[in-house]
């Protein structure tokens, strides 16, 4: 008998495995753990009946001559399985997207990707097998919860690909999101009482932090989500918990910022890394969690340096065009430069307007051609001063529909910071 099962404390990645599983092995039994979490149980309440599932006590071990187990390949997060442990010409397959475990499998698909099911979506998918909108619904639900709706940094393009495959299957994101709530449970409750109960705060260069400590064992899901309800509930601007796991001698540290001064991903990138501005992690091993605590109020402090100002990734210099300078010339400088538009300054240098190509639409008639470029520039002119951040710059082109905002200091335009300087400072591209 061939039969299927997954770690303890199931959640959607392990059921939906275990289901995908059946799929690419039709005579295999699925076997669920009795111990499932929370968000699962409400599911199963509903869905049990569509799936053909056994739990561990129906099944005759003696029996058994292939297991097959699923994003797990532990021994210890089996539930009900140790005696085949002595079996001597047991047949194991592994399908796990955890590279530690204890079991040694005939054939082995081990891959560090979002969600255990994707590398199971794969298979299915090679093998063209029919897969039911009710499974594809399941499928999902198992990728969105082990990614963060396909947000956290273990997220794989795999994962992405398998989800649109489900999408395509009719996956139904409605029901989805009844059942995929935050999983926000009683082991993340704990850790952020835990969490708060010890914060130490601090303040530096003009805000509020707090680095909270913990040891913690094993994987706890939604750290990011408990780090940030921790950072709105001290009210903090920045919020850091360091989770030190010495079984492993590691430290997981996770970061949350919600001020522009702070990014977190640059940090975090510092540490081996990554993110974004707002939140980002890194997983430091071989590290004291005092020596972690230190380093990032030391990182926190230097941060004017390391923050990325608009002065840094602005361009310059700038041309900019005598508000009384004709309308033709303004035409045939743009056309040189290649761009687009171009601040206007009065005969003291200060900035009067901004003209673009798009002014030169309000031109009628050839003789218009001859005119100061004053009469057509846009003098609704939104400026910024070097000192402010990106993602200041960025928020205020997005409000005022512009794609590009003179950057000033003293009263005198230094730079121009475009929409696609923004971009590269958003999407992290910019050249170390
Ligand atoms: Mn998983």
Not at 33 to 62: C, E, G, M, Q, R
Not at 108 to 128: F, P
Not at 210 to 239: C, F, H, K, P
Request: hydrophobic fraction near 40%.
């Amino acid at each position: 008998m061939k039969i299927i099962t997954t770690h303890k404390g199931t959640d959607f990645d392990a059921l939906a495995s275990l289901i995908a599983a059946t799929l690419i092995y039709p005579d295999a039994k699925p076997v669920l753990p009795t111990s499932i979490n929370a968000n699962l149980k409400a599911f199963l309440a509903i869905h049990k009946d569509l799936f053909d599932i056994y739990s561990p006590k129906d099944i005759v071990l003696d029996h058994v001559d292939t297991l097959i187990v699923v994003d797990t390949h532990s021994w210890s997060r089996l539930e009900g399985m140790e005696p085949l442990r002595k079996k001597p010409d047991l047949n194991i397959i592994i399908w796990d997207h955890h590279l530690q475990g204890d079991m040694k499998g005939k054939v082995e698909t081990i891959r560090e990707t979002g969600a255990a099911v994707s590398l199971l979506i794969q298979e299915i998918k090679r093998q063209k097998k029919l897969v039911t909108p009710i499974q594809a619904t399941l499928f999902l639900m198992g990728i969105y919860e082990d990614t963060g709706n396909l947000s956290f940094p273990s997220t794989l393009a795999e994962d992405a690909h398998a989800a649109g495959f489900l999408l395509e299957r009719k996956a139904d994101l409605t029901i989805l999101s009844t059942f995929l709530r935050q999983a926000y449970g009683k082991k993340q409750k704990d850790i952020l009482y835990h969490l708060i109960k010890s914060a130490k705060r601090g303040e530096s260069s003009g805000f509020s932090y707090s680095i909270a400590r913990m040891e913690i064992e094993g994987r706890v899901q939604n750290l990011a989500l408990v780090i940030q309800m921790y950072r709105e509930i001290l009210n903090v601007d920045v919020a850091f918990g360091v989770f030190h796991e010495p079984k492993k001698d590691r430290c997981m540290v996770i970061g949350r910022s919600a001020v522009d001064e702070v990014n977190i991903g640059m940090m975090m990138k510092g540490l081996n890394g990554g993110g974004h501005p707002g939140a980002g992690s890194a997983l430091l091993k071989k590290v004291e969690p005092d020596a972690i605590e230190e380093l990032l109020v030391e990182l926190l402090a230097g941060n004017q340096h390391s923050s990325v100002m608009l002065s840094d990734i602005m361009s310059y210099p700038v041309i900019t065009v005598n508000q009384n300078t004709r309308i033709e010339e303004v035409a045939m400088i743009l056309r040189d430069m290649g761009c687009t538009g171009m601040p206007v300054v009065d005969d003291q240098e200060r900035i009067v307007g901004v003209v673009s190509r798009r002014d030169f639409k309000k031109i009628r008639k050839t003789e218009q051609m001859q005119s100061p470029v004053k009469a057509f520039m846009s003098r609704n002119t939104i400026t910024i001063e070097h000192d402010r951040s990106t993602i200041e710059a960025a928020r205020l082109m997005i409000k005022n529909d512009i794609g590009r905002i003179p950057v000033m200091k003293d009263d005198k335009v230094i730079g121009i910071i475009t929409r696609s300087d923004a971009m590269m400072y958003m999407y992290d591209l910019l050249p170390d």
